[in-house]
């Protein structure tokens, strides 16, 4: 059965958020945008996965994150991370994630899986939420399994390696990248017309053409 992150043993409110260095992150490359024009077609608005006019629905921020429905669920009536487009309220509608919340998800994952507490857990989401979105991606998270560490220089890294506090990393950027490649291949749903956007598989789009052609 798989866990929702409370079973993780608790530990003290130990997060350490290292001096922000001096940075500028450059413009990251805008992939998997969607939805796809076919020959023929008039041209029609492609929305990156990042733009604030997509939303994601709970299964396929599951997908994308890595996790199940029960664990998305969970977070979200505990209040771990709750979806920041639309709530469960009213009852008629579904959750609808951002790209960003969809992000969160994913580091979640990969700080329970490295057996880090959900106590220590909540502290680091709350400040990675207050962050600006542009911020997210300069950052890698440090942890020893305790204690998680922001950095934001290779010399931070660097210094908490010789200390003796980092084991792993978690480097947000890469983790922004391999997401927006992912959710560009699956369905969304624009948050201001609610219309379902189709995602844009190349794969599939190169099938087709393979499959046209025999």
């Known amino acids: 059965m798989t866990g929702t992150g409370d079973e993780a043993a608790v530990g003290g409110l130990c997060t350490v958020h290292m001096p922000r260095a001096a940075r500028s992150v450059a413009e990251l490359p805008r992939v998997g945008r969607f939805p796809a024009v076919q020959p023929g077609q008039p041209a029609i608005e492609r929305l990156a996965p990042t733009s604030e006019l997509i939303g994601y629905r709970g299964p396929t921020a599951c997908a994308a994150a890595g996790i199940t429905y029960r664990q998305l669920d969970y977070w979200a009536r505990t209040g771990l991370l709750e979806p920041s487009v639309?709530?469960?309220?009213?009852?008629?509608?579904?959750?609808?994630?951002?790209?960003?919340?969809i992000l969160l998800l994913k580091i979640v994952k990969r700080l329970l899986d490295a057996g880090v507490s959900l106590q220590n857990i909540r502290v680091a989401v709350a400040h990675l939420q207050s962050a600006e979105g542009g911020d997210l991606t300069g950052l890698?998270?440090?942890?020893?399994?305790?204690t998680v560490y922001e950095c934001t220089?290779?010399?931070?890294?660097?210094?908490?390696?010789?200390?003796?506090?980092?084991?792993?990393?978690?480097?947000?950027?890469?983790?922004?990248?391999?997401?927006?490649?992912?959710?560009?291949?699956?369905?969304?749903?624009?948050?201001?017309?609610?219309?379902?956007?189709?995602?844009h598989d190349p794969g599939d789009e190169l099938a087709q053409r393979r499959n046209r052609a025999v």
């Open 86 to 101: 639309r709530s469960v309220y009213p009852a008629s509608s579904q959750r609808l994630y951002s790209f960003r919340d």
């Open 140 to 146: 890698t998270l440090m942890s020893d399994g305790a």
């Open 153 to 199: 220089t290779p010399q931070q890294v660097v210094d908490l390696l010789k200390g003796g506090q980092g084991v792993f990393g978690i480097a947000v950027g890469a983790v922004w990248r391999e997401l927006e490649l992912a959710l560009g291949r699956l369905h969304a749903e624009r948050t201001d017309t609610g219309e379902t956007v189709i995602g």
